[in-house]
């Protein structure tokens, strides 16, 4: 006899959107601290590798589009405070939630170190994934639309941490490995990730894994 969980309420999920917009403020800022202070989330004697190259560009355009609107929005209600000063704070938070979006790639780079490999997604996603759990690493371009963060494939449950729906590195692992991933653990069996510097990202494993 199998039981089925229940569904989740609406307070329940009210709740778990609240927390994750939390986390995501809390990441956001954390992100501009680690930027000024010039302290990247890269483990000791571990190498940073950047994977934002694909959506730089985009997200500077929305950047500076975003701080264009606000005086020209400001100069359209100026004579309504009502009006103007609630859309004025909106639309600074907005670009420097933008802002912090692109720091937050900047400041957690992947990285490989002699404890293993961290694969990372922003502040949203830091997977932890130990040599002793690593089976191999191997240059693989995969190109998937509107593809769930977690899939079924050969490898097993993946997890694909697409940059502009794209990766170039598989990662398959010895043994599942449990990871959190907002308010889930869930396991895993492989990871996929895109990487800039796809040769020096091989390169650096290659001087963990012959």
């Known amino acids: 006899m199998t039981t089925t969980a229940p569904a989740p309420t609406l307070t329940s999920r009210i709740v778990k959107v609240g927390r994750a917009a939390w986390r995501a403020e809390v990441g956001i800022w954390q992100s501009f601290y680690r930027w000024i202070f010039r302290r990247p989330r890269v483990p000791n004697g571990a190498s940073g590798f950047s ?42 938070w907005g ?7 692109l720091l937050s790639f900047l400041t957690r ?18 997977v932890d994934l130990p040599w002793e759990a690593v089976a191999s690493v191997e240059k693989s371009k995969d190109v998937q639309e509107k593809a769930p963060k977690i899939q079924e494939d050969e490898h097993g449950r993946t997890l694909a941490l697409r940059i502009g729906n794209e990766t170039n ?11 959190k991933l907002r308010d889930d653990t869930v396991e895993i069996d492989a990871v996929r990730l895109w990487v800039d510097d796809l040769d020096g990202f091989m390169s650096a494993v290659r001087t963990h894994i012959p």
């Open 95 to 101: 670009v420097t939630w933008m802002v912090g979006l």
């Open 51 to 92: 994977y934002h190259s694909p959506i730089l560009t985009i997200l500077v355009i929305f950047i500076v589009l975003s701080a264009i609107e606000i005086p020209v929005i400001d100069l359209i209600v100026h004579r309504w405070d009502w009006v103007r000063i609630p859309l004025l704070i909106a639309g600074i």
């Open 169 to 179: 590195v598989l990662i398959t692992l010895e043994h599942p490995v449990r990871t």
């Open 109 to 126: 780079p992947h990285a490989v170190g002699p404890e293993g490999i961290r694969a990372r997604d922003g502040a949203h996603v830091d």
